[in-house]
T-cell receptor
Framework: DQQVKQNSPSLSVQEGRISILNCDYTNSMFDYFLWYKKYPAEGPTFLISISSIKDKNEDGRFTVFLNKSAKHLSLHIVPSQPGDSAVYFCAARHSSNTGKLIFGQGTTLQVKP | DADVTQTPRNRITKTGKRIMLECSQTKGHDRMYWYRQDPGLGLRLIYYSFDVKDINKGEISDGYSVSRQAQAKFSLSLESAIPNQTALYFC?????????????FGPGTRLTVT
């Protein structure tokens, strides 16, 4: 039972354009969401997060949107750069405060020069 | 120096062998985690530890065991390795007092079981 789903395994965009990565979840008790980026031969690194009490969080070129009614979040990267090419994971935390995160399957983003 | 280190970085072993993967951290975090990454399955939690005396199974703990030797060290053992344990393994840490739920990952260990 995949509680956090990233249905697009890969995405390819042109440099300078917008990249939109999507994530769906099934558990309404998730209250905090994070995006991680992973380069080959490295561990995932934190990118941006959002609490369930918000619907948007912005950090430079990265913006995360949360639609709680649809149980959907998205990561927007504008403008996309070749260095953004990586695997992106979304993750969710349950409100029971266990500290555990549930990760999606990941989306591989390729930004073409 | 990296805050979360994993050894070895790569390992090839044979079916039935016992193997240990080690994780050390200098971040002073109390919580530590072991994940495995498989293509198309993302990161799945194997075991987690909220302090030295608190160890819990994750969603895929069968075939694995762990030891939290100190706050800074958390090791993962495969008692009798099998080919479907071939994967990329990550250790992660977090700080229960930070309030941001962020986990910090090591560089990973690529394990191949033949």
């Amino acid at each position: 039972d995949q509680q956090v789903k990233q249905n697009s395994p890969s995405l390819s965009v042109q440099e300078g354009r917008i990249s939109i990565l999507n994530c769906d979840y099934t558990n309404s008790m998730f209250d905090y969401f994070l995006w991680y980026k992973k380069y080959p031969a490295e561990g995932p690194t934190f990118l941006i997060s959002i609490s369930s009490i918000k619907d948007k969080n912005e950090d430079g070129r990265f913006t995360v949107f949360l639609n709680k009614s649809a149980k959907h979040l998205s990561l927007h990267i504008v403008p996309s750069q070749p260095g953004d090419s990586a695997v992106y994971f979304c993750a969710a935390r349950h409100s029971s405060n266990t500290g555990k995160l549930i990760f999606g399957q990941g989306t591989t983003l390729q930004v073409k020069p | 120096d990296a805050d979360v280190t994993q050894t070895p970085r790569n390992r090839i072993t044979k079916t039935g062998k016992r193997i240990m993967l080690e994780c050390s951290q200098t971040k002073g975090h109390d919580r530590m985690y072991w994940y495995r990454q498989d293509p198309g399955l993302g990161l799945r939690l194997i075991y987690y530890s909220f302090d030295v005396k608190d160890i819990n199974k994750g969603e895929i703990s069968d075939g694995y065991s762990v030891s939290r030797q100190a706050q800074a060290k958390f090791s993962l053992s495969l008692e009798s390795a099998i080919p479907n344990q071939t994967a990329l393994y990550f250790c992660a840490t977090s700080d229960s007092t930070s309030g941001d739920y962020e986990q910090y990952f090591g560089p990973g260990t690529r394990l191949t079981v033949t």
